[in-house]
């Protein structure tokens, strides 16, 4: 699948990712390191070059960025070394070691970074594939009244697709994201949310599963590949519903169901960051039905069968009780069946 922000070929299908998780990051017997201490400065301007089997420990990575920004006048050289920025793998996973890095394996979040810095850091850094620079705020839909339009971060150079590797009960999903335009979810050996609805899927066993907030999908492709019946995914936020739908076309080989068919591009959903009524962006259908909405919670009631469904609500803002609590009462006054906070 083409990429929707390079061009290129960085969307794979997941088996293939999930194949190249034991030795993406791991070490060949030439490969040297040298663990540096990333709270105090970088002694001297030095780093080490990439193996000769293309990997550099991720220390001598962060050292050469380092270098980068105190040559680009970024950073005066007294900063510690984590100054740099955050180091976002791809694909990203639960590891216990720190990695040995291949070309176009990291994208880097920084507050400081400048354009011209970023063009430099593709050009020179060949493990870097994107530079974001990054905000006191987090990107994507984070306001559930859809009252303020999201905000994002910003992609100044290479391409920020990533995917994670999330295990679930029936198996691995990969969920690709443009990590400028959503907010970040790291992979772990124990992830509550996908315990949550498998909790709700053996209790209930449900013939439709409904993930009204899906951020890039994890939750409903995870009841999908546990085989539910039928599974809608929906989210307000563009980026989100064009993940989500590409995420189905990415695991399709998990579920039973034809072809997925997408219908609309990146760039034509950009056109409405955020929609209330909900707008078929995607389906693949067989013995599953599995669809992706672009839509306000609130009104997907709308697309709904008319037979209980388990809904899964993964509001933002969990920490308001008064707001998830309207949201759940109203949810309740429209569709039947049963509906949890993961
Ligand atoms: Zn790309
Ligand atoms: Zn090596």
Same mark, same amino acid.
């Given at each position: 699948? $083409?990429?929707?922000?390079?061009?290129?070929?960085?969307?794979?299908?997941?088996?293939?990712? %999930?194949?190249?998780?034991?030795?993406?990051?791991?070490?060949? @017997? @030439?490969?040297? *390191?040298?663990?540096?201490?990333?709270?105090?400065?970088?002694?001297?301007?030095?780093?080490?070059?990439?193996?000769?089997?293309?990997?550099?420990?991720?220390?001598?990575?962060?050292? &050469?960025?380092?270098? %980068?920004?105190?040559?680009?006048?970024?950073?005066?050289?007294?900063?510690?070394?984590?100054?740099?920025?955050?180091?976002?793998?791809?694909?990203?996973?639960?590891?216990?070691?720190?990695? *040995?890095?291949?070309?176009?394996?990291?994208?880097?979040?920084?507050?400081?970074?400048?354009?011209?810095?970023?063009?430099? %850091?593709? $050009?020179?850094?060949?493990?870097?594939?994107?530079?974001?620079?990054?905000?006191?705020?987090?990107?994507?839909?984070?306001?559930?009244?859809?009252?303020?339009?999201?905000?994002?971060?910003?992609?100044?150079?290479?391409?920020?697709?990533?995917?994670?590797?999330?295990?679930?009960?029936?198996?691995?999903?990969?969920?690709?994201?443009?990590?400028?335009?959503?907010?970040?979810?790291?992979?772990? %050996?124990?992830?509550?949310?996908?315990?949550?609805?498998?909790? &709700?899927?053996?209790?209930?066993?449900?013939?439709?599963?409904?993930?009204?907030?899906?951020?890039?999908?994890?939750?409903?492709?995870?009841?999908?590949?546990?085989?539910?019946?039928?599974?809608?995914?929906?989210?307000?936020?563009?980026?989100?519903?064009?993940?989500?739908?590409?995420?189905? &076309?990415?695991?399709?080989?998990?579920?039973?169901?034809?072809?997925?068919?997408?219908?609309?591009?990146?760039?034509?959903? @950009?056109?409405?960051?955020?929609?209330?009524?909900?707008?078929?962006?995607?389906?693949?259908?067989?013995?599953?039905?599995?669809?992706?909405?672009?839509?306000?919670? @609130?009104?997907?009631?709308?697309?709904?069968?008319?037979?209980?469904?388990?809904?899964?609500?993964?509001? *933002?803002?969990?920490?308001?009780?008064?707001?998830?609590?309207?949201?759940?009462?109203?949810?309740?006054?429209?569709?039947?069946?049963?509906?949890?906070?993961?």
């Amino acid at each position: 699948m $083409k990429c929707p922000v390079c061009g290129d070929l960085c969307i794979r299908d997941a088996p293939e990712v %999930i194949e190249s998780v034991p030795s993406v990051f791991s070490r060949c @017997r @030439r490969c040297t *390191f040298r663990v540096l201490d990333k709270s105090i400065p970088l002694r001297g301007r030095f780093y080490a070059t990439p193996c000769e089997c293309g990997k550099r420990f991720i220390d001598e990575v962060f050292a &050469h960025l380092y270098v %980068i920004m105190v040559e680009e006048g970024i950073l005066s050289g007294n900063e510690p070394l984590k100054a740099v920025g955050s180091p976002l793998l791809h694909p990203g996973f639960f590891k216990a070691g720190p990695p *040995f890095l291949p070309k176009d394996s990291l994208v880097l979040l920084s507050p400081l970074v400048t354009g011209s810095a970023a063009e430099r %850091i593709i $050009k020179e850094v060949p493990e870097v594939r994107g530079v974001v620079r990054s905000g006191d705020f987090i990107p994507g839909a984070t306001d559930p009244s859809l009252a303020t339009l999201p905000r994002t971060y910003e992609l100044l150079a290479g391409c920020d697709v990533r995917a994670g590797v999330f295990p679930t009960g029936a198996g691995p999903l990969v969920i690709y994201v443009q990590q400028s335009q959503m907010h970040i979810e790291f992979p772990r %050996i124990d992830n509550p949310k996908i315990r949550s609805v498998e909790r &709700h899927l053996a209790a209930h066993s449900p013939a439709w599963c409904v993930d009204a907030c899906s951020g890039a999908g994890t939750l409903g492709l995870c009841a999908a590949r546990h085989g539910v019946r039928g599974v809608v995914l929906n989210d307000a936020w563009y980026a989100a519903a064009f993940w989500s739908a590409t995420n189905l &076309h990415v695991n399709r080989m998990f579920l039973r169901t034809g072809e997925v068919r997408m219908l609309f591009s990146c760039r034509t959903l @950009r056109e409405h960051p955020v929609r209330e009524d909900p707008v078929l962006v995607a389906e693949a259908t067989g013995e599953q039905s599995i669809r992706v909405y672009q839509g306000d919670f @609130r009104q997907l009631w709308k697309v709904l069968p008319e037979e209980p469904v388990c809904a899964v609500l993964d509001l *933002f803002e969990k920490s308001d009780t008064r707001k998830t609590g309207d949201a759940i009462r109203e949810w309740k006054s429209r569709v039947p069946g049963e509906v949890f906070i993961p």
